[in-house]
């Protein structure tokens, strides 16, 4: 019996996934700057959405915590300015597929949908997928136990009426469910 096909008792190893958190989510050195500056806008959102604290406060704030230097600072930019700046709209878009009050969301969520509807409306370069993705991520590292079930729900429901022709050709071509 060599130590490397084995354990004691004979249970094999087990194996890690690489870039993976033993929880599922990615480890912080095997995420994009994109990713990251998603993470960073997330942490601004909750603090506008929850203290009601200035959004030039909050992003002197964020610019200043560890590992923002590895974050794509321009996007982080354009989501944190872009969502606080159109937050009506946003918040308008998505209340016709909220089956609560907004008040009843978590703050977390409600952020990330924030994001996500953002970046679905003025970030072409990213993929409709990679942005439910994102959303779905992080609302499951920062979020409550099953948020990231309401994110895509919402989301999801909102891609065909932002990106109709993106998501129409992932349907057509079998990548997206119907």
Not at 1 to 8: F, G, L, Q
Request: with cysteine.
């Amino acid at each position: 019996m060599t130590e490397d096909t084995t354990k004691a008792g004979g249970a094999k190893p087990r194996q890690s996934r690489t870039g993976l958190t033993s929880t599922g989510a990615r480890k912080a050195s095997a995420k994009s700057n994109r990713s990251r500056a998603r993470e960073f806008a997330l942490q601004a959102l909750y603090q506008h959405l929850v203290g009601r604290n200035d959004p030039t406060d909050i992003d002197h704030f964020t610019r200043d915590l560890a590992g923002f230097h590895k974050a794509d600072a321009a996007h982080y930019d354009a989501l944190l300015h872009g969502s606080i700046d159109n937050a009506g709209q946003l918040d308008a878009l998505i209340l016709p597929l909220l089956d609560r009050k907004f008040e009843e969301i978590s703050p977390i969520e409600h952020a990330v949908m924030w994001i996500g509807v953002y970046e679905f409306q003025n970030c072409p370069d990213v993929p409709w997928r990679v942005v439910l993705n994102e959303c779905i991520e992080l609302a499951k590292e920062f979020g409550g136990t099953d948020g990231h079930k309401y994110v895509n729900a919402v989301l999801n429901g909102l891609a065909p009426q932002l990106r109709p022709l993106e998501v129409e050709a992932d349907r057509a071509s079998g990548k997206a469910k119907a």
